[in-house]
Structures are given as C-alpha cells and as structure tokens.
C-alpha cells in the first residue's frame, strides 16, 4: 500500500422527491451542504445502524447522487456490537446496515474516496438509554449529517468535471457501532482497488467544535501528507479560514494525525487518509473528544450523542449561524483539493 501512497504522491508533484441538485451550480459554496444537512437531521432522525430511519437516509442519499447523474447502489452489510443491561450483563446485537456509493469515473484506475457515516449513535446499554444517549430521536446534524450534506454538495459541484482519477461518494454506516460500515467496505475492496485508492477523505463531526482540523493517518507517507493535509491547510489560510492540525499535545495522539473514526479502518491498511473534523485538541486529555471549552450550553465540552445538544433547535440557538459557515468553510478548502488531488481538467 505504500507503494501506491508513494505513485500518488510522485503523480500528484507532477429517494424522498426533495431536489437540490439545480440549484447548487448557482447558490453560494456552502448553501446545499447546510441545506442537505438540516433536511437529513430533520427527516431521518434516529439513523442508528440498521434501523428504519438508516435505510431510508441512505436511500435517500443514492436518490440524490442519481438525479445528480451518477451512478449509484446502496450496498448491505451485518455486523454485531455488545450491549449491557442495568445487571452489567453483555449481549451480542447483530444489525444490517446499508452503505450508499456513487462513482464519479476517471480516465486512470486510480481513485479517491470521500466519505462521511450516515449513522447515528445506538444506546449501548441500559444507562445510556436512561441518560437519553442516541435512539430514535437524535438528530445528529453534527454527528454525522452537516458532513453527509458537504459530501452531497461536493459530489454536485464536481459532477461534470472530467479528472483523471476516479472519486467515490461513499455513505457509510455501522461507525458509532465500532466502524463496520468501514470494516466491510475495506473487506469488500480487491487487491487491486486497494492499490489503487490514492487516499480518503473522511468528514466527521463539522459543527460544534471549536476548530476546523484536518489530519492525515499514522501511516500516511510523509510526502502525501504535504499534498493533502498541508495542501489544504493552505488553502483554508489563503481564503482567510481558521484551520490548523493536531498539535500533538497527548504523546499517544502524533501531531498532525487523528483518530477514532473510520479513517483509522484503511490508515490500518496503509491507505493514505485526510480527516476533516472539528474538535479542540488543546482541551480535556488533549485526545479531541472535548469538542469546546465546558459550559452551560456543553456541559461535557461535546455534544457527542445527547438527543439534547446534537439537534437543530439547540446549535442554532447556542451557535447561531456555525452550520452555515463550517459548511462553507469546508466547501470551499475541499472542492479545490479535491480538484487538485483527482487531475480535474
């Protein structure tokens, strides 16, 4: 695999009837995703794995890539997660989740996936039902719906540019019960396809942090990562927008990587990855689970599945205009990477 990462880097050195598709080419960067976004959390919320909610979002996403004119399946996938009772007993929960794909084809093998998880938190056990922690009415415009409309948005921006590589839009699902989506995406991948994935991106988690990050693998090749996630931290200041990196602060965490997402499935593999999240690195254990400074709003610092904090009504009344502007924000730091990094002409 690093023998592709390194090509990559040589080369580069060298659905529910709601259409937004007609509108992105003239609307602002940002506008569709915010607006994809909000429909996603409002409409289908509760997406936990294998639910109702989730297999009707990730039909909805494959609508929405077809009547943008891609080519575009769901594909099902099962997997299994340990749930515990108020006893403290453990039992396996098997769920089939559903993962939305869309081809935009290249003129070489090669390609670029970018990806963003559809799904919602689901309950692990009796106590986090009790403290209203994912279920069926989680809305999760954070975690993970703003990042499912910015894929949506890129993928309508990009629809008609011919690149030499191809890109995949990849809707993933199974992440909050442990990356299954991922795990069973990578399994499905040939020898072939695996050599020939130039890199992901991965978009997690846009809104309630305090900073916009963008992170490479563990494993991702020196060389790639200046390409990637340098090449984009330089846009992001060249257009005036706050972005930085892990700064390394907590030894188990590198500087410049991230974690716990499913970009870490193929950075494994040592497949290239850029992350794109929004967290703050500096605070807590320095690990970027605490998204913002503590307050009443947060009281834990994240919103990380709380029916309470991860919905509409609550960010935009706490962070009044944050959905609109970090969909923006990413709009317009990821179309012209992506277009760099696939050969667009």
Request: hydrophobic share 40%; net charge positive; with cysteine.
């Amino acid at each position: 695999m690093f023998s592709a990462a390194c090509r990559f880097a040589a080369a580069l050195a060298l659905g529910t009837g709601f259409i937004f598709s007609a509108q992105a080419a003239a609307s602002q960067p940002g506008e569709m995703a915010s607006a994809q976004a909000r429909h996603i959390a409002i409409v289908f919320p509760g997406r936990m794995t294998g639910s109702p909610a989730e297999m009707l979002a990730a039909d909805y996403l494959r609508q929405q890539f077809r009547q943008m004119g891609y080519h575009s399946d769901i594909r099902t996938f099962t997997g299994r997660y340990i749930y515990s009772t108020a006893g403290n007993r453990q039992n396996w929960h098997n769920v089939t989740g559903s993962t939305a794909i869309a081809a935009h084809e290249g003129k070489r093998p090669q390609q670029i996936i970018i990806m963003a998880h559809l799904d919602t938190y689901a309950p692990r056990s009796d106590a986090e039902a009790d403290a209203n922690l994912g279920g069926l009415s989680l809305q999760g415009i954070d975690d993970n719906a703003a990042a499912a409309g910015v894929m949506l948005e890129l993928a309508e921006r990009l629809k008609g540019t011919s690149t030499q590589y191809g890109i995949r839009f990849i809707a993933t699902s199974g992440e909050e019960e442990g990356k299954l989506g991922a795990e069973s995406l990578l399994m499905r991948m040939s020898a072939a396809e695996k050599k020939n994935t130039l890199l992901v991106i991965n978009l997690d988690n846009l809104i309630v942090g305090d900073k916009l990050y963008f992170n490479s693998g563990r494993k991702t090749p020196e060389a790639v990562r200046k390409l990637t996630r340098d090449r984009a931290l330089a846009i992001a200041h060249s257009r005036g927008i706050a972005a930085s990196m892990n700064p390394g602060l907590n030894p188990n965490y590198p500087k410049g990587t991230s974690c716990c997402n499913d970009a870490e499935v193929f950075d494994r593999a040592g497949i290239p990855v850029l992350s794109v999240e929004a967290t703050n690195w500096n605070l807590g254990k320095k690990d970027g689970y605490q998204q913002r400074v503590r307050s009443a709003a947060f009281p834990d610092g994240s919103s990380w599945h709380n029916v309470r904090l991860d919905n509409l009504q609550h960010i935009d009344n706490v962070l009044p205009g944050r959905i609109e502007r970090r969909c923006r924000d990413v709009v317009q730091i990821l179309l012209p990477l992506v277009k760099e990094l696939a050969k667009a002409n």
